[in-house]
């Protein structure tokens, strides 16, 4: 089964960028739709971002648009969320998540996707 590792979490400033990355294990994971999840304490997991397998269809949470950005190169068998204009809220643990059901668009909801990474710690400061 696929493996995902999460990298570029860390510490930022209101106002500053991160760059998170997610690598996967293998090729298949070109094959693969993938999201962005973000989880505080106390709270549920919810998707901050998603992308389809080609990288045709993206969707952002409502509190993201504008500010954060999803990609990904298959190539190198990898998908990035560039953060942009970060906010205190933006804090907590960024998972990514897989969904090998290329047919199916970006779910949003955990329940989407079975292949899961460790998370990253964000956390935004003023």
């Known amino acids: 089964q696929v493996q995902l590792v999460e990298s570029g979490g860390g510490l930022a400033q209101s106002g500053g960028s991160l760059r998170l990355s997610c690598a996967a294990s293998e090729g298949s994971f070109r094959q693969y739709t993938v999201g962005w999840f973000r989880q505080v304490p106390g709270k549920e997991r919810e998707v901050v971002a998603a992308?389809?397998?080609?990288?045709?269809?993206?969707r952002y949470a409502d509190s993201v648009k504008d500010r954060f950005t999803i990609s990904r190169a298959n190539s190198r068998n990898t998908v990035n969320l560039q953060m942009n204009m970060l906010k205190l809220e933006d804090t907590g643990v960024y998972y990514c998540?897989?969904?090998?059901?290329?047919?199916?668009?970006?779910?949003?909801?955990?329940?989407?996707?079975?292949?899961w990474g460790q998370g990253t710690r964000v956390t935004v400061s003023s």
């Open positions: 992308i389809s397998w080609n990288g045709e269809i993206t």
């Open positions: 998540a897989g969904d090998d059901r290329a047919w199916r668009r970006p779910g949003s909801t955990t329940s989407d996707y079975d292949v």
